[in-house]
């Protein structure tokens, strides 16, 4: 696999091409293309998710923006100093994230929310350059059990040395660290799989990594 930067006109996926079009026929004002990354590109924190939602980063074109994923993830950002503002509106309210970069492991909508294996190994290329640019990541915050699979298959390792468990510190090669979360989705927030506290607890330990 070879470093290959994000592509905005990626068309590999036949579905989620097709998938894309009919929602873009829906709601024309939606971005509902591949959805760049968030930050810079020598960041010392990685946070990884699965996949743009429906009426948030596929609507605006930033990662988790417009949606309730992105509700508390913005707002420990912003506490934790991350991030000049605690909100993330659209591509041009003027945030800015500060030694923080945003991405998902899968770049575009996919039906249901659920990308299938192909999808996620065709977005793999992007996710590794991302992973190596400069010179990486010091520590990888990943939303979700897929979004930590991704990580290691895009650094090389084995799935099954580095199981998914929130808030565990994985130490990866080239001095990285994996730290793991529930994803901030609705689903979790709303039946309290994560709570403010949890995710709170997932940023403290982030911030001890990075000597903040």
């Known amino acids: ?13 036949s579905r989620l091409v097709q ?20 930050g810079a ?4 924190l990685l946070i990884v998710g699965l996949a743009p939602g429906m009426h948030g980063a596929n609507a605006t ?26 909100e993330s509106i659209s591509r041009n309210d003027g945030l800015k994230l500060i030694d923080c970069t945003i991405t998902n492991a899968v770049k575009c909508l996919p039906p249901g929310n ?12 992007y996710l590794q350059a991302e992973l190596f640019q400069g010179h990486g990541p010091k520590v990888i915050l990943a939303l979700g059990h897929i979004a930590h ?20 510190i994985h130490r990866l090669q080239n001095n990285m660290f994996l730290v ?20 709170r607890a997932v940023f403290q330990t982030v911030c001890r990594l990075l000597d903040r």
């Not at 659920?114 to 290329?125: F, M, R």
Request: glycine share 6%; charged share 20%; hydrophobic share 35%.
């Open 19 to 38: 998938f894309l079009a009919d929602v873009k026929l829906k709601y024309p004002e939606y971005h509902a293309a591949p959805v760049a990354p968030f």
């Open 114 to 125: 659920k990308p299938v294996g192909a999808e996620i190994s065709n977005c793999a290329e």
């Open 149 to 168: 699979n991704a990580v290691l298959r895009g650094i090389g390792l084995r799935l099954n040395a580095y199981r998914f468990e929130h808030n565990v």
């Open 41 to 44: 590109n020598d960041s010392k």
């Open 180 to 199: 793991d979360s529930y994803h901030c989705s609705r689903y979790n927030m709303n039946t309290k799989r994560l709570t403010e506290p949890m995710f």
């Open 1 to 13: 696999m070879t470093n290959v930067a994000f592509n905005p006109n990626c068309k590999k996926c």
């Open 61 to 86: 074109g930033r990662p988790f923006t417009g949606d309730f994923a992105g509700l508390l993830l913005y707002k420990l950002l912003y506490e934790y100093g991350f991030s000049n503002q605690p």
